[in-house]
């Protein structure tokens, strides 16, 4: 997205002009960048528990879920894993590692209390069935980077840069892309993929990311990139 349109974007509504003059020193070309993987985090059933719903009426009988926002988020990210596919870049999801004996006692991915660790609540979302070729992390805290074997596996993939989706925006979505900039991977956060338990959370997390480690961009724009990728990939192997 060229930089005329850097804050077009979900939190629009709610960003006032003082904070966006603040900010501008942030403005830029948004792009995916070269060699990517797709990182598909904590797509597990905790998170679609109750069904579409909004999450405060899912609170006392599902408190992690984030309802309808994932729900929502459901067709986007086939789109985006389907594109992924195509262009042929390494696939990797993250879920909860539930090991009786994987961690010490009160190790988790924040402070939150309460969190059952039923095994079935941190599998893969039927949604999203992993395929062969696909890489799966088990991790224990917010970021896929912690304590994984991660940047290994995208040394050994010559991965450059990551796309990043799933949730939450506040929590393991945002400690993850703050990781990969770190690392000094290039991030492309995708919107329409990514949800949190709130809207207000979600946009202003967004927003903050958008401006100092990542990318955000639309689903449309990554998955015409990746289409582009696959097209060069493939008329490559015809040369």
């Not at 984030?66 to 696939?91: F, N, Q, S, V, Y």
């Not at 961690?103 to 395929?131: C, L, S």
């Not at 074997?149 to 040394?155: C, G």
Request: glycine residues 6%.
């Amino acid at each position: 997205m060229t930089p005329d349109r850097f804050e077009d974007h979900a939190w629009k509504d709610i960003v006032p002009d003082d904070l966006l003059k603040i900010y501008e020193p942030y403005r830029r070309e948004t792009v995916v960048g070269p060699n990517p993987a797709l990182l598909l985090i904590d797509l597990y059933n905790l998170a679609y528990q109750g069904g579409p719903k909004p999450p405060q009426e899912l609170q006392d009988s599902y408190p992690s879920s984030c309802g309808i926002h994932a729900h929502r988020a459901i067709d986007p990210t086939k789109r985006l894993i389907a594109a992924a596919r195509a262009a042929g870049i390494p696939i990797i999801y993250c879920f909860g590692d539930t090991a009786p004996q994987g961690a010490p006692r009160r190790v988790g991915a924040t402070h939150r209390k309460g969190v059952k660790r039923d095994p079935k609540d941190f599998e893969i979302y039927h949604e999203f069935t992993p395929e062969p070729g696909d890489i799966l992390i088990p991790k224990q805290r917010a970021s896929i980077f912690a304590g994984t074997p991660l940047v290994s596996h995208l040394n050994i993939l010559g991965v450059n840069s990551v796309i990043v989706c799933g949730e939450s925006t506040s929590g393991c979505v945002r400690a993850s892309c703050v990781d990969a900039y770190s690392t000094g991977l290039h991030v492309s956060l995708v919107e329409d993929c990514t949800y949190d338990r709130h809207e207000m959370i979600h946009k202003m997390n967004l927003f903050d990311l958008h401006h100092k480690y990542a990318d955000v961009m639309a689903v449309e724009e990554v998955v015409a990139h990746l289409s582009d990728l696959a097209a060069s990939r493939a008329a490559a192997q015809c040369a």
